[in-house]
């Protein structure tokens, strides 16, 4: 890669990290899930029988969605890791436009989970990349993992050179259970009811299974790292880590080292440097859309890193890069700019061609799709900064996306291009606010509409 400014594939996240086996088998890794339908069911029951005896006669969703079935949920899907676990992570970045509210906040609590394999595992896993003996290879590796996600925990070590360097250790069996993770994943959703009559979400699946493959292929994340690395070579606003091609294998990882604080640490510093950061990653966010037609999708904050020093944001974390279709790009480049011009038909056209459900003209159902787009992409309208964390952006999308709910005839699984974009649009909106940054989003997006120099 051709800048100076490399880094690690992760910082220090901080927080201890709980240790728990992973299933590797396939009947093992059903059992977890028949288990947790199991679970599920008999929460139901005794929930039920409850509200019976309270005089109540709730309907079976409300059976569902109780906190005690979202910690069953929560704490069996975090056991498993891998397809499991991501699927869980998808589609709770959904905003409703597919699950119900309830079940996308009981998801969501898998991005917080950070569970590490037992040292057994991880040696076994270590092995399998690089022989017995591989202590040998590493100086000073750390047995105890800076971080730990759905795919595989990040370890501490000195290359050979002398180098610090980070290894992301993939967690058995992940890549070998994905497909049966993701089918008894739906499975579950078909079986439960917690989807919408006439929902069909066989395409999310499938298309699921081939992104996590990738994802599970350190190979083709060191492919990603290396072109974002190449692209942003000469953007001194950006730090990526630099691959080690020699140590990197099938399920592990090599990676230099950066430190670098949490993004979220910048809320205490002054608005001008709020401004600033999230500005540059909006502007990244565009790029990666209309440029590159290339996009990390994943939008975990963790993902993100600061240097106070010298102002640098560190980019983590390639493994969920997607590639888009060129006609999904320039649908949504004419969505961007009905949006700007206000043009109520050209955007229910372009949501058309985007592969939405749109309606009948001038139908009800239709309005309201508008304006659940145009709340989306509010912060694109006005030539000035926009207050992202004075906006209450999320709540009222929330709070419309409750009305489509009485549009059932007209539900079905969003297009998947858009799935993956509004997942790390919505990150990038909920990061915005959070930092109570102001960014001028319509600027930014001028230079990528028709007409503009590029």
Do not use: C
């Amino acid at each position: 890669m051709a800048s100076g400014k490399k880094g690690s594939g992760a910082g220090d996240k901080g927080a201890s990290i709980r240790s728990k086996a992973i299933p590797t088998g396939r009947v093992s890794r059903f059992a977890k899930v028949a288990k947790l339908a199991g679970g599920v069911a008999g929460g139901m029951l005794a929930e039920g029988a409850r509200q019976w005896r309270a005089g109540n006669r709730p309907k079976a969703r409300e059976l569902v969605l109780t906190s005690s079935n979202a910690r069953r949920v929560a704490n069996q899907l975090g056991e498993m890791r891998g397809a499991a676990m991501k699927m869980g992570q998808i589609l709770s970045m959904d905003s409703g436009d597919l699950l119900p509210r309830e079940l996308t906040e009981i998801l969501a609590k898998l991005r917080a989970e950070a569970r590490s394999m037992p040292l057994k595992q991880l040696q076994r896993s270590m092995t399998d990349a690089y022989g017995e003996g591989w202590e040998q290879v590493f100086y000073g590796f750390d047995y105890n993992p800076i971080a730990a996600a759905s795919i595989g925990q990040v370890h501490r070590a000195i290359s050979p050179d002398g180098r610090e360097i980070v290894l992301k250790v993939q967690y058995p069996g992940v890549s070998q259970s994905i497909d049966s993770d993701v089918d008894n994943i739906g499975t579950i959703l078909r079986l439960s009811g917690l989807l919408p009559d006439g929902i069909e979400i066989q395409p999310l699946l499938d298309d699921a299974k081939i992104q996590l493959h990738e994802e599970a292929d350190y190979f083709a994340e060191e492919q990603h790292l290396e072109a974002f690395g190449r692209v942003l070579s000469a953007d001194e606003r950006f730090v990526l880590p630099e691959v080690l091609s020699q140590f990197t294998r099938q399920n592990v990882l090599a990676m230099t080292y950066v430190s670098g604080s949490p993004i979220e640490s910048i809320a205490g510093l002054h608005q001008a440097e709020r401004d600033r950061v999230m500005t540059a990653l909006i502007d990244l966010m565009l790029t990666e859309l209309f440029g590159l037609k290339m996009m990390q999708t994943d939008p975990n904050f963790a993902n993100y890193l600061y240097r106070k020093a010298t102002g640098d944001i560190v980019l983590l974390d390639f493994g969920a890069t997607r590639h888009f279709k060129p006609t999904f790009v320039n649908n949504y480049r004419k969505l961007a700019v009905a949006i700007v011009a206000g043009d109520r038909k050209k955007i229910a056209a372009a949501a058309g061609r985007l592969g939405y459900s749109t309606g009948e003209v001038n139908s009800d159902y239709r309005e309201l799709l508008v304006d659940l787009f145009m709340l989306a992409l509010e912060p694109l309208e006005g030539d000035e900064p926009y207050d992202f964390a004075g906006s209450n952006l999320m709540i009222r999308m929330s709070q419309m996306g409750e009305s489509v709910k009485d549009y059932r005839e007209f539900w079905q699984a969003p297009p998947i291009d858009a799935i993956y974009f509004h997942r790390k649009l919505g990150g990038m909106f909920m990061l915005a606010s959070r930092l109570e940054a102001r960014v001028n989003v319509y600027k930014l997006l001028q230079r990528w509409l028709p007409g503009a120099a590029r």
